[in-house]
């Protein structure tokens, strides 16, 4: 049951990463293994050799049903959400919007009587609405990079990327994607795992640059997101929450960064009849968890 749990984690994870708007990081938080995959993250590589053992065997369950989500996103749900991607974000806000009261509950020794700490939800909230605001299809200017021939430039700007990326997946709020978008590799990252999945590896050097960044993105982002939580909880809280509320806006304007932009949501094309799936989504989640917790 804990293998099928985690895996079912990790493919949700994959699929919101790859959705306009949603972060992995927020389906991570949203049911309620956002300290496990902090934890694991960090014990992987920064852990003693029985914190490792514990972090590969939850990473790798996660991981499988992650690279799942990524192949299907990849090659089938990409349709899927330029078809349908009206009600592919209602589903999302339906989970966003259930999920804050359920974190507020569950972290209420964290957020009660913290108050004054508000302005870390405030500056949740501005940071992902500003960088949602960043994307072309939002007014930003955004990047257009041609890597037909990987300089060593070219090479470095990927790897800085990949880091920024990983800290977008990483933390609740903006969806990694979106950050490839707004530095102009979106398409070729894509265009580059399709090439692999389909045995082209031509590309793949595009893959390795963004790999490493990523890697040194979690060696940073996953150490400052677990002190936080250690010495700042209710802080790093509300600016948790900050930055689901936030993700309501990059949901809503997650149809404009898609290959072929859309217009942003609006009440004509929310779709209500997924938005009540995406919180029937998460109640059963939750009641998932407090199963398992009861065992």
Known sequence: MGFILNAVRGFCMAVADSVPGVSGGTIAFLMGFYDEFINSLDGLFLGNKEEKKKAIVFLVKLGIGWVIGLCLSISI????????????????LGLTVCAIPIVIREEKDSVAGHYKHIIFLILGIAAVVLIAMGNPA??????????????????????????????????????????????GLYMPVTGAIKDVLSGDFSNIKILICLALGIITGILAI?????FCLKRFRPQTIYFIIGLM?????????????LDIPQDAMTISTFHIPGFIFGIVILLVFELVKIKKERS
Request: cysteine-free.
């Open 77 to 92: 749900l990409t349709t899927l959400f330029a078809s349908h991607i009206y009600v592919v974000s209602s589903v999302f």
């Open 138 to 183: 939002s007014g930003g200017e955004g990047l257009h990079l041609n890597l037909s021939s990987l300089t060593f430039g070219n090479g470095i700007y990927i790897f800085l990327v990949g880091m920024l990326a990983i800290s977008a997946m990483v933390l609740p709020g903006i969806s990694g994607s979106t950050m490839l978008l707004i530095f």
């Open 222 to 226: 996953i150490r400052l997101v677990k």
């Open 245 to 257: 509320i936030g993700s309501l806006y990059a949901i809503v304007k997650g149809p404009e960064t």
